[in-house]
Nanobody, 120 residues
Framework: QVQLVESGGGLVQAGESLRLSCVVS???????MSWYRQAPGKQREVVAS???????TYADSVKGRFTISRDNAKNTMYLQMSSLKPGNTAAYLC???????????????WGQGTQVTVSS
C-alpha cells in the first residue's frame, strides 16, 4: 500500500522560504508526483508537478519562486518555496499518480497535508 507523509510546513514571514518534503512508502513504479494546496474556503489547486522523467510544470502564480524536485533513491519529493506571500497560506498536500498493474488502472494517493502560514 502506497502512503505519503508530508513535512516541512510552518509559520514564516512574507519573503521567507520553506522547503516541503513528501516521503513515499510503498512501490509506485513510474509515477507523476504533484504538490497541491487548499486554502480555507477555496478549491484545491495544483501547485507543481514532476514526472518520472523529471519534466516539471508550475501554476503561473508560483513560477520563478517555487521549485519542485524528486529524489527517487530516497523516495522523496520536495517543494522549495521562496519569496513567500500571505496568499500562499494553505495546507499543502502531496499527490502521486501511478499505474497499478494488479488493478489494471491508474491510482491516485494523497498525503494528509502540511500547513504553511505566511504572515505579512
Amino acid at each position: 500500500q502506497v502512503q505519503l507523509v508530508e513535512s516541512g510546513g510552518g509559520l514564516v514571514q512574507a519573503g521567507e522560504s520553506l522547503r516541503l518534503s513528501c516521503v513515499v512508502s510503498g512501490s509506485t513504479g513510474v509515477a507523476t508526483m504533484s504538490w497541491y494546496r487548499q486554502a480555507p474556503g477555496k478549491q484545491r489547486e495544483v501547485v507543481a508537478s514532476i514526472t518520472s522523467t523529471l519534466t516539471t510544470t508550475y501554476a503561473d502564480s508560483v513560477k520563478g519562486r517555487f521549485t519542485i524536485s524528486r529524489d527517487n533513491a530516497k523516495n522523496t519529493m520536495y517543494l522549495q518555496m521562496s519569496s513567500l506571500k500571505p496568499g500562499n497560506t494553505a495546507a499543502y498536500l502531496c499527490n502521486v499518480r501511478y499505474w497499478n498493474w494488479a488493478a489494471g488502472r491508474s491510482l491516485e494517493v494523497w498525503g494528509q497535508g502540511t500547513q504553511v502560514t505566511v504572515s505579512s
